[in-house]
């Protein structure tokens, strides 16, 4: 594979990685329900639960770091390559650890836990869980997208070295 | 640096990496406790979330990886390292993504959520609780060795290729 059409994979991957975060990030603000009971009314946003706003910051984080390496990238300073590679690696564990974190508790959200008491929400908030199910997808995608592009600069590494 | 002392290095990290996995496993499995209200006891133990086992199983298939791919260097068998920088990534994400989660829901256990009615339940099962926390920072301490085994790998690729 010539070094052109390995760029391009990898931009084509960021782009798609950043598409994806911002994606993940901007479903997950807007999500929003309110239900009624016993005449008050509660309301479900992500902002209700740390590990959401977790999600929400990682998200931003991956978006932001995506986006200036796209345009690294493009201005062909490679010269940073090294610390990208490291950075690209962070930031996969950073994604892994936000949709995992964020996708244990929409699980209590959806099937709640008998024995701890927790009753699931999603019944009375179907359009939050709708919403937290699409920024889920989305940031899902994210970190295999990043273990995609860490494996392709790994590679381009090795061929380097034995090709 | 010479080969040897990379290779010292690299099993150094890898044992404490599964003692680090083995910790977290036999910790969380062998927490438990129980609760009375209303003269019904309630048992709290790891197999009640399937998150907790999740968990359990994400450390133990890295134990069994760790231990492997000792035996493999010890061995000197480097012909599968390829093979493995790229394994030692992918468990590196898993180790992260168990911990993420299984640490959302124990902020839930210990902190509650108003919002969603989900109330804490270490007032009622502190011993449960103390085990789960114990089993989490053995089981944060596993993806940072990781991490550092990815990129120690990573960096005798690129020494070689530049130096």
Redesign the interface.
Known sequence: MTKSKRVLISIILRLLAFGATVAAMVVMVTSHDSAQAFNLT?T?KYS????FKYFVIAEGIASAYSLIVLLITCSQKSSLW?FI??LD??I??LL??????????A???KKG?S?????P?CGQVPKFCDHVSGALVAGFIA?ILY?FI??SS?HS??T??FL
């Open positions: 509660f479900a209700n639960d740390p590990v090294r590679l490291i690696l962070v996969a564990m892994t650890s936000s949709i995992s974190a964020a996708a244990a508790i699980h209590v959200g836990n024995h701890a008491g927790w009753l929400i970190p273990l860490v494996l790994m590494v090795i380097h070295l």
